[in-house]
């Protein structure tokens, strides 16, 4: 690499950048190259101060939905670090669902929550608890859930598509034709934001955004464990 000058490979060719992001002093930058075998992959430069770089490579997965194409960056760890939507022009209409996140570095892991300020999107509130073979409808396809489960083996079935399994902080998450994997310290609690296309599932400081029409009802059902559910109606935002 040639940091005095512009960043370069030792290999391959850079092909598409996708930003720079400042995240607790640290500048992070996103970007496809073609390697030694012309195939394409996602790279990773951090830096402090533009004169020392660290290097890592992930992988660039693109994943088919209705809705459109998933292309996420993960890092050698298998943990997903950025994702966009590539929407077809039949879908340009429908939003994605992408978050304010408060993003924490904590031992070069980039850990993910949500921003704090989403609070002031809750409008009604009701609590329930939920033992294994029992759901609970929410304030339909647009609502806020935050579930607490009492073992470290569980799992639970969002709307009709979307499965979670947790087995000691090991998550495995399936929807359709996709399945990601990861891990999480802090796994017993799951936070849910849902609107009318997506779903965005926040774990232990990991996320996970998914492109998925919802029903009117939208229903959270304990496939196995016992949880409790604080389920948000949310207000609507209008965009000017």
């Known amino acids: ?16 950048l996708y930003g720079l992001s400042l ?3 640290v500048y992070h930058i996103f970007f496809l190259y073609k390697n030694e075998r012309q195939m394409k992959q996602w790279g990773h430069f951090s830096t402090k101060d533009f004169l020392e770089y660290k290097f890592t490579t992930g992988r660039a997965d693109i994943i088919g939905y209705k809705t459109g194409n998933t292309h996420f960056f993960a890092n050698t760890n298998g943990e ?5 939507l590539i929407k077809p022009p039949s879908q340009s209409r429908r939003s994605f669902f992408s978050l304010p996140k408060k993003v924490v570095v904590n031992h070069e892991e980039m850990l993910e929550y949500p921003a704090p300020n989403l609070h002031e999107l809750r409008e009604y509130k009701r609590t329930v608890q939920l033992h294994e073979g029992e759901s609970a409808d929410t304030f339909g396809s647009v609502f806020e859930a935050v579930m607490t489960f009492s073992e470290d083996i569980y799992s639970l079935c969002l709307g009709n598509s979307i499965l979670l399994k947790c087995h000691n902080g090991d998550f495995t998450v399936e929807h359709d034709n996709f399945k990601q994997s990861f891990n999480a310290e802090d796994f017993k609690t799951i936070h849910l934001f849902s ?8 774990v232990g400081g990991r996320v996970l955004s998914l492109p998925v029409i919802q029903d009117e009802k939208g229903t959270v059902r304990i496939l196995s464990g016992n949880c409790r559910a604080d389920i948000y109606k949310l207000k609507s935002i209008i965009i000017k």
């Open 23 to 25: 995240i607790d002093g």
């Open 195 to 202: 609107d009318t296309a997506s779903v965005e599932i926040f």
């Open 1 to 16: 690499m040639n940091q005095k000058i512009h960043l370069s490979l030792n290999y391959g060719e850079i092909i598409d």
């Open 80 to 84: 997903m670090l950025m994702m966009e």
